[in-house]
């Protein structure tokens, strides 16, 4: 995937996974960087000014126009296969997740990569490339592209578990996409959990927040494991009746102990936690 004419100078996308390399044809005229921070003010009433409390960083994005002309070229050759093709084959997911990526994530994805120009390095992904070509040949063909690329950086989330290496246990904790809407407490009753728990975990301190977009964790707790343990024993085969009458109530008592989040129980937690 490396292009002709690439050099030490100019930008160059490596992928972290197989080493395939792409370099442009010539280096942006300007260089987006940006960092966003998410601050809030504290739930404090009665004062004329509040506090800020840090909640997140953002992962770093950065943004760029890259010009592709094969104009020079006798004769002129399409552009789109010479280089744009190159490039949106970096966006292909053909990539199979990796240790210290989430387990229960059994798709595959795009290449994650190193992108450098001069002193300034980043790991990253592409979040979206915008092609608008620019000119054309008698023959119809593109000779020229301008290819706008928007790029997030790179950071796998790694888990305490056995021993002293950081691995992800799907056992421990999981990750999960919030849905359009969703609260905290709708995610935690969906995943098996308790709404105290989960935003914990993940620094939430509005129970009302639209999480839209957001990929909260989601601990194991001693509830879900009940649950488990109890669903378990009620299809055993070998359980007696009154075994599976008593797992039956265990179960459904767990159940109700982490996804009653409209309950009294939930609402003193709810008070209690923010």
Not at 5 to 28: C, E, I, R, W
Not at 202 to 208: F, H, K, R, S, V
Not at 246 to 266: D, F
Request: net charge positive; charged share 20%.
């Amino acid at each position: 995937m490396s292009q002709a004419g690439g050099s030490a100078s100019k930008a160059m996308f490596k992928s972290l996974d197989d080493g395939v390399t792409f370099t442009v044809q010539y280096n942006p005229k300007e260089f987006r960087v940006e960092k966003s921070l998410t601050w809030e003010e504290a739930k404090t009433q009665g004062q004329s000014t509040n506090p800020i409390q840090f909640q997140k960083g953002a992962p770093m994005t950065a943004s760029f126009d890259l010009v592709f002309d094969t104009t020079a070229d006798t004769p002129p050759k399409n552009v789109q296969q010479v280089w744009v093709d190159a490039l949106l084959a970096l966006t292909n997911a053909d990539v199979k997740p990796a240790q210290g990526e989430p387990e229960e994530l059994k798709k595959q994805r795009p290449r994650s990569l190193l992108f450098t120009w001069g002193t300034f390095s980043m790991k990253c992904v592409i979040e979206s490339v915008n092609v608008t070509y620019l000119m054309f040949a008698s023959t119809g063909e593109a000779v020229r592209a301008r290819c706008s690329v928007k790029l997030k950086e790179w950071q796998t989330a790694t888990f305490a578990g056995a021993g002293s290496s950081s691995t992800w246990d799907s056992e421990k904790i999981k990750l999960v996409d919030v849905k359009g809407g969703q609260t905290v407490s709708q995610v935690a009753s969906a995943n098996g959990s308790d709404m105290r728990t989960v935003a914990s975990a993940n620094g939430i301190t509005d129970p009302l927040a639209d999480l839209t977009g957001q990929v909260l964790s989601i601990p194991a707790s001693a509830a879900s494991s009940a649950i488990s343990a109890a669903a378990k024993a009620v299809t055993s085969g070998n359980a007696s009746s009154a075994g599976k009458a008593a797992a039956s109530a265990a179960q459904s008592s767990a159940t109700s102990a982490v996804t009653g989040a409209a309950s009294k129980a939930a609402s003193d937690a709810l008070k209690k936690l923010f």
